[in-house]
């Protein structure tokens, strides 16, 4: 994913401004004292620490590669032994150079019915290390950025095996999201040059888009000392997710992870989902110190397991499951 380009520097600005005010221009909803007032969701932070060590172990998962089909056979298998349903759309898209990647969607579903949410990470990874010093023209691990979403919702999947949600869910772990181009090459970036296994899936979706009332999607999930700041596209698209989100976190005594401050639009797999009208919040690490807004790791080969913080995985986990548990099956 990338900032959105022609307004991050007056967006970045912005947050700094933002920073040294005591009521920005455009305030999100403040977070309310933390008392916890209902259940905690179950989630063990030692197994999705361990989906992500297994991702990482089977190479970069670049489409194409065989690493990236052994990981999409591995994910399916335990989305299947969790899931209602669950399997891999195969599709063909063209990189911003022209190149056809074979893609594969790995979706997987609980319950029946419409009014349905959907749970999305891409699971691919970065083909260069474009922000690093060394090695750039290797691929990355992709610990964080790709796994660790992945690894949330796999374990958000076994404890549903076990207490299934209230309220349908569809997982879409997207492919081809970070395929998007160099640093190094002299092409204008777009945004769709990005999130490649999203756009296939909205033009070919699995059941209706209108069958989905609301997504969150899980993108750099998994670092220590994270900074969820609430990313603008969700807020421009769905803001009253991102409120209850932010605020369920808050009542869990995670707002020092899930930060009360609007962060800057960012390309990835949501908006092209809130394009499509599926109202989609971004969960992602933003952070407005460095020159990308993007943790110091971000496309480097410091995305590797040691980055990765338990800490942080659980608290992600326990507030996506805590608020699913939250909903019930009715028409917002
Ligand atoms: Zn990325």
């Known amino acids: 994913m990338l900032l959105q380009q022609l307004i991050i520097t007056t967006i970045v600005v912005s947050i700094f401004i933002a920073c040294g005010k005591k009521k920005p221009s455009s305030p999100p909803a403040q977070a309310p004292a933390s008392s916890k007032t209902f259940k905690e969701f179950e989630f063990s932070e030692d197994s999705a620490y361990q989906y992500i060590v297994k991702q990482v172990l089977f190479g970069p998962r670049v489409p194409g590669t065989d690493g990236h089909s052994q990981c999409a056979n591995w994910i399916l298998y335990k989305l299947s032994q969790w899931a209602d349903t669950a399997f891999i759309q195969e599709g063909e898209v063209t990189r911003f150079d022209g190149k056809k990647l074979p893609i594969k969607n790995i979706i997987a579903s609980f319950g029946d019915g419409s009014n349905r949410w959907l749970l999305v990470a891409h699971w691919d990874t970065r083909p260069w290390a ?165 943790a110091p790791h971000w496309h480097t080969h410091r995305d590797s397991i040691p980055i990765i913080s338990r800490y942080t995985l659980k608290a992600v986990g326990i507030t996506v499951g805590t608020w699913f548990n939250q909903l019930s099956n009715v028409t917002p």
């Open 130 to 294: 474009d922000q690093d010093t060394i090695r750039v023209d290797q691929p990355i691990a992709g610990a964080d950025d790709g796994a660790s979403g992945v690894a949330v919702i796999l374990e958000l999947a076994r404890q549903w095996s076990k207490n299934p949600p209230p309220v349908p869910v569809d997982i879409l772990l997207v492919d081809a999201e970070d395929q998007g181009p160099p640093v190094w090459e002299q092409v204008e970036s777009k945004p769709e040059h990005w999130a490649l296994g999203t756009q296939y899936w909205v033009k070919n979706p699995h059941r209706p888009l209108k069958s989905f009332q609301g997504g969150i999607l899980l993108d750099m999930v998994g670092a220590q000392n994270p900074s969820f700041l609430m990313e603008g596209i969700s807020l421009q698209y769905a803001r009253h997710i991102v409120r209850d989100v932010w605020h369920t976190a808050s009542q869990l005594g995670y707002s020092h992870l899930f930060i009360f401050l609007e962060g800057p639009p960012v390309t990835d797999d949501h908006y092209f989902l809130n394009i499509a009208g599926i109202p989609t919040i971004d969960i992602i690490n933003l952070n407005p110190s460095t020159p990308h807004g993007f």
